[in-house]
Structure formats: structure tokens, C-alpha cells
Nanobody
Framework: QVQLAESGGGLVQAGGSLRLSCVFS????????MGWFRQAPGKEREFVAA??????????SYSDSVKGRFTISRDNNKNTVNLQMNSLGPEDTAIYYC??????????????????WGPGTQVTVAA
């Protein structure tokens, strides 16, 4: 059974940066695409970024709202996926979730295609 645990959330001023991490356990990490999603109060969960098994630059995808500001990466030796978030604004305030999709190459933006989810970590950006 896959288990995911996020860390790194917190309170930051607008324009600041945060780095989220997610530790994966229970299965072979490189068998999974990893994704980040977020959910703001009163809104549906939305796609942020995804990275396929190899972790190359070509194997990453982003939502338009974070492209150029956020960077997803993975360390297959440490079973970890990271989300570096720069130039944060109040609109980025949400609970951020790490997710795993056992289709290792897919990089889907659809939450329904991810089988495993972490409990989430709160990110709050003050104006």
C-alpha cells in the first residue's frame, strides 16, 4: 500500500517562496507518476504539476496558473517529490496534496487518475 506524507507548508508573505516535499513509501517509486494538486476554501481540487517516473524536464507538466513560478522535481533515490514555489500570491493559498498515479508515464492533470493521496499541507500567502 502506497503512503504519502507532505511537508513544508506554512505562512509566507506575497512574493515569497516555499518548498513542499512529499515522501513516498510502500511500493516502487519509479513505477509512479507523481503529482501536486491544491484545494482552496470553497473551490474544487485543481491540478498544479506532475512529473513522470524519470523526472526529466521533458517529463514535467504544469497548470497555466503556476507555470514559470513553480518547479516540480523528484529524487528517485530518496523516494521524494518536491514542489518549489516562487513568487507566491494570495491566490496560491490552499491545501496542497501530493498524489501518485501508477501509470508511470502519464502525467495526468485529472485527479481521478491518481490512486493515492497524502493528507495535505496548508499553504497560506499573506497579501
Amino acid at each position: 500500500q502506497v503512503q504519502l506524507a507532505e511537508s513544508g507548508g506554512g505562512l509566507v508573505q506575497a512574493g515569497g517562496s516555499l518548498r513542499l516535499s512529499c515522501v513516498f513509501s510502500g511500493q516502487i517509486f519509479t513505477s509512479y507518476t507523481m503529482g501536486w494538486f491544491r484545494q482552496a476554501p470553497g473551490k474544487e481540487r485543481e491540478f498544479v504539476a506532475a512529473i513522470s517516473w524519470g523526472g526529466t524536464v521533458g517529463g514535467r507538466s504544469y497548470s497555466d496558473s503556476v507555470k514559470g513560478r513553480f518547479t516540480i522535481s523528484r529524487d528517485n533515490n530518496k523516494n521524494t517529490v518536491n514542489l518549489q514555489m516562487n513568487s507566491l500570491g494570495p491566490e496560491d493559498t490552499a491545501i496542497y496534496y501530493c498524489a501518485a498515479d501508477q501509470t508511470y508515464y502519464r502525467r495526468s492533470s485529472h485527479a481521478a487518475e491518481y490512486e493515492y493521496w497524502g493528507p495535505g499541507t496548508q499553504v497560506t500567502v499573506a497579501a
